[in-house]
């Protein structure tokens, strides 16, 4: 089907498949019911599904991402972020925010100071040494505010004693006011995070919500619905 833009009819497809015709005739039929095909006017076209399975990975992969963590941002009542770590740089691919729950505003690239705020320490914090100092070395520490990781020495400390099975906690390093939690997420290959922000005076909210984060991404991953791999 791909190979006819327009559509075609259904001897013409079972002829170039080398199928009888009857077969031809049942797979088209299953296919529309699927929404894979559609016809109109005495020709099969793509549908709606077929289209998606033909679209890129990433963006398919990104839509998957992008409708949980919405999801989770009307569980939740929080701001929820997704980022991975890829070719050396923090990239942050999905924010799911509301009005009544603003996401961190960007001030200073979420790439260059993956140091200061709770996703770029949780990915740093899977990388490996040498990927630390290298990363470090492209993006030196720098304060941000007065509670930000002074220098490398301390954040590497920081990041030897992170606990895979603990969220990744940071307290006003990024923005004055905002605290957020991040997780890990294991997705094949892929060094991942997700993670959660409050508002200073509702730090109380922050574990809980995390917690049923990590609960809710734990069964979608045993599930296989979940995928950021990109």
Request: proline letters at 6%; charged letters at 25%; glycine letters at 6%.
């Amino acid at each position: 089907m791909g190979a006819h833009r327009h559509g075609a009819p259904a001897k013409q497809l079972a002829r170039e498949a080398g199928l009888p015709l009857p077969t031809a005739y049942h797979l088209l039929r299953t296919l529309a019911h699927e929404g894979y095909l559609r016809r109109e006017n005495g020709v099969f076209l793509l549908g709606a599904a077929a289209e998606n399975l033909t679209a890129a990975p990433g963006v398919r992969n990104r839509s998957l991402v992008t409708d949980s963590l919405a999801q989770w941002r009307d569980a939740f009542g929080v701001p929820v972020y997704c980022a991975v770590y890829r070719e050396g740089e923090i990239e942050l691919i999905a924010v799911a925010d509301a009005p009544d729950a603003p996401a961190v505003d960007e001030w200073a690239s979420f790439r260059e100071t993956g140091h200061a705020h709770a996703i770029g320490q949780c990915l740093l914090g899977q990388l490996d040494e040498a990927g630390r100092e290298d990363h470090l070395d492209r993006h030196p520490v720098r304060p941000l505010t007065r509670y930000s990781v002074r220098d490398r020495a301390t954040l590497l400390e920081r990041l030897r004693t992170l606990r895979r099975d603990e969220p990744v906690i940071e307290r006003q390093e990024y923005t004055l006011g905002t605290v957020c939690a991040a997780i890990p997420i294991t997705a094949g290959a892929t060094i991942a995070s997700m993670a959660i922000s409050v508002p200073l005076e509702r730090e109380e909210r922050l574990l809980p919500a995390v917690e049923q984060l990590r609960g809710e991404v734990a069964s979608l991953l045993r599930s296989f619905v979940f995928s950021i791999s990109i």
